[in-house]
T-cell receptor, first 115, second 110 residues
Framework: GAGVSQSPSNKVTEKGKDVELRCDPISGHTALYWYRQRLGQGLEFLIYFQGNSAPDKSGLPSDRFSAERTGESVSTLTIQRTQQEDSAVYLC?????????????FGPGTRLTVT | RKEVEQDPGPFNVPEGATVAFNCTYSNSASQSFFWYRQDCRKEPKLLMSVYSSGNEDGRFTAQLNRASQYISLLIRDSKLSDSATYLCVVTMNTGNQFYFGTGTSLTVIP
């Protein structure tokens, strides 16, 4: 079946511009996550949505970052006034309960380059 | 202290070798455990879940030691295609908060 999809796959933007990244989770997955991965580094948790509960925003690095999710479907991550240090791959994942444990599946990511 | 710690490596092993990775986690309330694989410039992909009784999938064996709070991954008869970064992952609380290690890099050499 269809996996997690993300768009765009690549985004080049000028410093100071706003960008919006999109994630379409696997249908039926109630939980959705955003991560950031800088070149050669590990995954950095950003935000987590679970059903209709209030999102866990504890990983957002600054108030320039925000995310929304409509119900249990698409999510958008918005970065305002982009800075060069925002350059990274932004990964979205969704998860479901399988065999008594949650399993997480990733999209291909959006590679953001801020010039 | 990080929730999950891994030796970053790199591990460089010849084809056919057996290699093992360990990972430690800090929270004894951790619920579920996984190994993910991440190829260069690709997204992480679930390799296998880890169960207390240990589990095997072909050349891959995963073990969990709750008392010592570590998990391991053993790869037998390494193939060139095993070259990747292996991520240790644990979940907490309700089971759907995921914590990733920084990964262990493996290169299998011809």
């Amino acid at each position: 079946g269809a996996g997690v999809s993300q768009s765009p796959s690549n985004k080049v933007t000028e410093k100071g511009k706003d960008v919006e990244l999109r994630c379409d989770p696997i249908s039926g997955h109630t939980a959705l996550y955003w991560y950031r991965q800088r070149l050669g580094q590990g995954l950095e948790f950003l935000i987590y949505f679970q059903g209709n509960s209030a999102p866990d925003k504890s990983g957002l690095p600054s108030d320039r970052f925000s995310a929304e999710r409509t119900g249990e479907s698409v999510s958008t991550l918005t970065i305002q006034r982009t800075q060069q240090e925002d350059s990274a791959v932004y990964l979205c994942a969704s998860s479901l309960l399988a065999g008594g444990k949650w399993e997480q599946y990733f999209g291909p990511g959006t590679r953001l380059t801020v010039t | 202290r990080k929730e999950v710690e891994q030796d970053p490596g790199p591990f460089n092993v010849p084809e056919g070798a057996t290699v093992a990775f360990n990972c430690t986690y800090s929270n004894s309330a951790s619920q579920s455990f996984f190994w993910y694989r991440q190829d260069c410039r690709k997204e992480p992909k679930l390799l296998m879940s880890v169960y207390s009784s240990g589990n095997e999938d072909g050349r891959f064996t995963a073990q969990l030691n709750r008392a010592s709070q570590y998990i391991s991954l053993l790869i037998r008869d390494s193939k060139l295609s095993d070259s990747a970064t292996y991520l240790c992952v644990v979940t907490m609380n309700t089971g759907n908060q995921f914590y990733f290690g920084t990964g262990t890099s493996l290169t299998v050499i011809p």
